[in-house]
């Protein structure tokens, strides 16, 4: 795909992106405004999810409100609050709703486009396609991966070697000397002495 429609694959990989930044601001809000305390927590369902169908109750209930005026000053701030949040909501569910329709008829598009473009390979095409772009890359990837695990390994084990030689082979002598003239001072204090 990316051979021969490099375009149509980034187009459509912004739309993915554009889709996946838009589940997140929708998911973000529902998130913020649902719990037991949340503008939200009404169009929540049994199940604590906040559906499409559920925030179209909320807003029928809460026009409803509006238009009786039922209610004091605060609860009618709150109803706006709660009918403005609802909104935004279901507004980002039906972005969210088109986007995913964009994108599933790029990717058909796109599809349609590749298998298309699968009759008029040559056999030197196709050998380019296996073997350079999808052979070659899978090796290059592996090789790459398998050089940075051997680099690791030797670095942690130059680390390891350079912890246990850190301190030079004289200055340990001199400490085991210097040790064992000192056992050898105890025990001759305990009266035990060998040459």
């Known amino acids: 795909m990316a051979r021969y429609f490099a375009d149509q694959q980034a187009h459509m990989d912004e739309l993915q992106a554009d889709l996946d930044g838009l589940s997140q ?4 809000l529902i998130e913020e405004h649902s719990g037991e305390e949340g503008l939200l927590a009404e169009a929540q369902t049994d199940a604590g999810k906040v559906t499409k169908g559920s925030l179209k109750q909320l807003i029928i209930d809460n026009e409803k409100l509006i238009i009786g005026e039922a209610g004091e000053d605060s609860e009618l701030s709150i109803i706006n609050s709660q009918l403005l949040i609802a909104k935004e909501c279901r507004s980002l569910f ?6 995913k329709k964009a994108v599933k008829v790029a990717q058909e ?13 040559s056999e030197d ?21 398998e050089i940075d695990r051997v680099t690791q390994q030797l670095a942690n084990r130059v680390q390891d070697l350079e912890e246990r030689y850190a301190e030079p082979l004289p200055e340990l002598v001199l400490s085991v000397e210097t040790l064992s003239s000192r056992v050898a001072e105890h025990l001759k204090q305990m009266g035990l002495a060998w040459d």
């Open 25 to 28: 601001e929708l998911e973000a």
């Open 109 to 121: 598009a796109l599809d349609k486009a590749v298998f298309g473009q699968y009759s008029k390979l």
């Open 125 to 145: 095409e196709i050998t380019t396609l296996v073997v350079a772009d999808k052979w070659h890359a899978t090796l290059r990837g592996a090789i790459v991966a």
């Open 94 to 99: 039906d972005q969210e709703a088109a986007m």
